[in-house]
């Protein structure tokens, strides 16, 4: 049981589709480095997992990256015409 509870706590807090928690680059680690926002972060994470975590959604992935940025783009905007 105990073997079992680890794995689910390992897939929680370091999944393998987001690097793993013995890789170095695992993706909330370079998302902390780098101090990165809401919106680039996940922007990273979703190109990071692009096709790792399921296959058959690696485009679905990529369109998720694609909106966070623009929706960053958009806000960086706004506050321009401000």
């Known amino acids: 049981m105990e073997s079992h509870t680890n794995e689910i706590e390992k897939m929680v807090n370091h999944p393998q589709h987001y690097g793993g928690e013995n890789n170095p680059y695992e993706v909330i680690k370079v998302i902390e480095a780098l101090e990165m926002d809401f919106h680039i972060g996940n922007t990273f994470k979703y190109i990071a997992r692009a096709g790792k975590k399921?296959?058959?959604?690696?485009?679905?992935?990529?369109?998720k990256a694609l909106w966070y940025l623009e929706r960053k783009i958009q806000n960086l905007e706004k506050k321009r015409i401000l």
């Open 54 to 63: 399921d296959t058959d959604k690696e485009l679905q992935d990529l369109k």
